[in-house]
């Protein structure tokens, strides 16, 4: 609460300003996370900018000690600071800060939180349970129990099923990359990895064996992909790796649909020797007519691995965390490194 000293208002709190899409606060911050952050900060939950360009919106900014960003954020750049004088730290309640902050921000000085250790859990949490569902061939027999609905008589089917020994290999050593080597662990799968930023050492620190990218295709019988989006990886997966996999392999991708060259896994896909299960795609949502709505060897989920649901308070969480660290003079918890964001998510 503002005090009053000889005549003039004085701030004794410091103050936060959200910039977001204006239904997202309550759904990131539910009453104990916003009573989190009302402890530490005069903060209006209600009302987040929508923009940085308006006289009320600069009045705010200039006053704003944290800006505490989501999905929906306006750019923050070199005009928008120019109204943030008090400008402490920037905290943002999502994943990748990219389409949102200017480097200006960092050649400011001014510290870049992100929530992406928190949105990986989720998407982690969907890959794992998608190469432990592929190995066991879950999608194709329900289809074929659905179908016929009869006995399948599986125990005297040769089937090449099962998760024992299976070979799971992860493009990427990413923040969810590395999340799901952590929950691979306590299973019986040999477990490769290509990343070109991660050493032989580092890979079996994560629980894998570092293999080329034409290795890695050749070899696994599931490959997740969990690399960035940047220019350098668009079409990475290409239709020299697909046609390498072996027989009855299947494709996850929760990471974007440009890394993946759409229309050679097409072609993989109408002849039934891949499979594919896929959070994304390119565009996000296929055209009505696209084969991938039909093919029935495809797993097409609407962007579901991400936070959603509940599992958004865990994004705010993380959030609230650090404003309170950020107003406490504290180092961040989540840092975003500027000498990696070309690289990274």
């Keep these: 609460m503002d005090s009053l000293t000889t005549g003039a208002r004085v701030r004794t709190r410091p103050r936060v300003e959200l910039a977001m899409f204006p239904d997202l606060p309550p759904r990131l911050f539910p009453p104990p996370i916003a009573e989190r952050l009302q402890a530490v900060a005069e903060i209006d939950l209600t ?4 923009d940085f360009q308006s006289a009320r919106s600069r ?12 999905w929906g954020s306006p750019r923050l750049d070199s005009a928008a600071l120019a109204h943030a004088p008090r400008l402490r730290a920037v905290v943002h309640a999502a994943g990748t800060v990219k389409g949102h902050l200017s480097l200006d921000v960092f050649d400011r000085g001014v510290p870049v939180s992100s929530a992406a250790d928190a949105n990986a859990v989720p998407v982690a949490e969907y890959t794992l349970a998608m190469i ?33 020994h299976r070979t799971v290999g992860l493009l990427g050593a990413s923040k969810i990359g590395r999340r ?50 940047t220019e350098e990886t668009r079409g990475l997966v290409t239709a020299r790796l697909l046609a390498s996999m072996p027989d009855g392999a299947t494709l996850i991708n929760t ?50 691995a991400g936070a959603l649901g509940n599992e958004l308070h865990r994004l705010g969480e993380s959030a609230a965390e650090e404003v309170t660290r950020a107003l406490a003079g504290q180092l961040l918890k989540h840092p975003v490194d500027p000498t990696v964001l070309a690289i990274t998510a």
């Design 180 to 229: 799901v080597l952590t929950l691979l662990r306590p299973f019986d799968l040999t477990v490769l990895l290509s990343d070109p930023y991660v050493d032989a050492a580092t890979a079996k620190d994560l629980g894998a064996t570092l293999v080329t990218l034409d290795d890695l295709f050749a070899t696994c019988d599931i490959v997740s992909v969990h690399a960035p989006a």
């Design 255 to 304: 990471a974007r649909g440009s890394l993946v060259d759409e229309p050679a896994l097409l072609a993989e896909l109408r002849t039934g020797r891949l499979s594919a299960v896929l959070d994304v795609t390119d565009p996000e949502i296929p055209p009505p007519d696209s084969p991938l709505w039909d093919l029935p060897n495809v797993v097409l989920t609407p962007h579901v």
């Design 59 to 70: 009045d705010r900014l200039r006053a704003a000690d944290v800006l505490l960003t989501g």
């Design 132 to 164: 432990l569902l592929a190995g066991k061939a879950v999608p194709a027999l329900a289809r074929e129990y659905r179908a016929t609905r009869a006995d399948l008589n599986l125990p005297r089917r040769n089937l090449t099923i099962g998760n024992y």
């Design 47 to 50: 009302d987040p900018l929508i």
